[in-house]
């Protein structure tokens, strides 16, 4: 057949032929090699795509669909027109992940962050694998050619049950990103160490997170006071420490230049004000911090005994993870001494730059819960400032149930004298059985050994009263 050609001889094209898809979310050369990049360091994903290629030869492409769809800012769905013969199944997966009620929950904590998305990849993989067409029910040459199967019919996965496998599926992923999201912001500290945990560090915190009921409570409570610290903080900044250095450009209005308000005035001069105002170009003073001298490392003892476990206890390490959370956006040395009687009392060293989230993880779940002995933990207190943090301040975290011995607490109060060392108690009085009687007989002992302020927790137990929480934080 002779080409068909115009009134001028030149020879017509027909239109260009668009080539059949294998992905039903669109993909670039850089989102395939993304995704490699991606299974390379996730054991589970590469594990996932290892078993199930040779079974399902459209697995692949599936989950890179998967992967895309919830990683990329704006994932673009293909055209089931263009969808290459075989791939049917893929495409109706996909458009059912797209349709799904959670989709847009899960995006949130998804989009743009590859451990959630490789986390939620793994999840909605697995519930939906046995919706694809399987080599088993190809004819063998078909099996040989690797091809999917030619039966439209097989192609097609029962809605029913896809609705059904997405919907739990979806469900778990979106739990389990939350529950990663929420740790990662839980455990992390201003130093932004977090965001340096590799994948596998990740898993690994996830599942222990997941498997400890302790780790879950006290994750709720930490981002709380991690907020209140860094709250009480920036207020005590802000009081009196700023001073005028020189001038820029901006748009604060509070900080303007009496020259500007001249303008604003002037019946020609202010639509020109208003111009600079939406552009940030007005004069406006400068403030700085005035540097003051930077307080010293915390020693934080935990009391670890039998009393304390519980509700007791988380109170008492999401004020410890309060602290430690002041002292990394301040730069200050924090160290953890959890105790409990004789010689049970163990050093977390938090060196700033040194320690990552996992060690945080392992301060938070450690607890001995036995006796109750102050003077052991206060001397390895004592003993580490001399040795290594001068200037150094001591908070003692306990429920009070404990007496001290009168030579010792002699010679504690002349050494605390002699190194300038205030000793601050914060009494965990939040549960029930606490009784009035004990508080009377041992918040004494506390006052002892104590020259700065002794605190009670159970002024800021209901969510009312955490404004009361400022005085925890305000004087470290």
Not at 86 to 93: H, K, L, Q, S
Not at 332 to 343: A, D, M, P, Y
Request: aromatic share 8%; net charge negative; hydrophobic share 35%.
């Amino acid at each position: 057949m002779a080409p068909r050609v115009n009134d001028h001889g030149v020879r017509i094209r027909g239109k260009k032929r668009r080539i059949l898809e294998q992905n039903a979310i669109e993909c670039s050369k850089y989102d395939k090699y993304q995704f490699e990049h991606i299974k390379n360091i996730s054991r589970d994903l590469k594990k996932q795509d290892k078993e199930n290629t040779e079974i399902h030869p459209t697995f692949p492409d599936l989950h890179q669909d998967i992967f895309d769809s919830l990683y990329k800012a704006k994932p673009q769905e293909v055209e089931s027109k263009h969808m290459k013969p075989g791939w049917e199944a893929n495409w109706d997966i996909m458009k059912a992940v797209l349709d799904d009620k959670t989709y847009k929950e899960l995006r949130m904590h998804t989009t743009h962050d590859e451990f959630n998305a490789a986390l939620a990849t793994k999840t909605i993989t697995e519930g939906v694998l046995d919706l694809l067409p399987d080599v088993k029910t190809m004819p063998r040459a078909q099996r040989k050619k690797g091809d999917p199967p030619d039966d439209p019919n097989s192609r097609k996965p029962d809605k029913k049950k896809l609705g059904k496998a997405l919907n739990n599926a979806m469900g778990q992923a979106a739990g389990e990103c939350k529950e990663m999201s929420e740790a990662v912001l839980s455990w992390g500290t201003g130093s932004g160490i977090a965001q340096r945990l590799t994948h596998d560090e990740k898993i690994n915190l996830a599942k222990r997170i997941h498997k400890s009921s302790k780790l879950k409570e006290l994750a709720k409570m930490v981002g709380r006071f991690k907020n209140l610290a860094i709250s009480t903080q920036r207020t005590k900044v802000k009081k009196g420490t700023e001073e005028v250095h020189s001038i820029e450009i901006g748009d604060d209005l509070g900080r303007m230049l009496d020259d500007e308000m001249v303008n604003l005035g002037h019946r020609d001069m202010k639509y020109d004000f208003y111009r600079r105002a939406l552009d940030g170009e007005l004069l406006q003073f400068a403030l700085r911090d005035r540097m003051k001298e930077s307080k010293g490392p915390i020693v934080a003892c935990i009391d670890n005994s039998g009393s304390m476990s519980g509700e007791p206890e988380i109170w008492a390490k999401a004020v410890a993870l309060g602290l430690l959370e002041i002292c990394t956006l301040q730069r200050r040395n924090f160290v953890g001494i959890h105790f409990s009687s004789g010689s049970e009392a163990r050093v977390f060293n938090f060196k700033l730059g040194e320690y990552a989230v996992l060690d945080v993880i392992d301060f938070a779940e450690f607890f001995y819960g036995g006796g109750t002995d102050f003077e052991r933990p206060l001397d390895m207190a004592a003993k580490v400032i001399d040795d290594d943090m001068p200037k150094a301040d001591i908070v003692m975290i306990t429920d009070g149930i404990c007496d001290v011995g009168d030579q010792w607490l002699m010679d504690f109060k002349a050494w605390r004298d002699e190194a300038e060392v205030t000793v601050f108690s914060i009494i965990i009085d939040t549960y029930s059985h606490y009784a009035s009687s004990w508080k009377e007989n041992h918040e004494g002992t506390i006052k002892k050994f104590s020259n700065g302020q002794v605190l009670r927790a159970a002024d800021i137990q209901e969510e009312s009263g955490m404004a009361n929480a400022g005085e925890i934080f305000g004087y470290v």
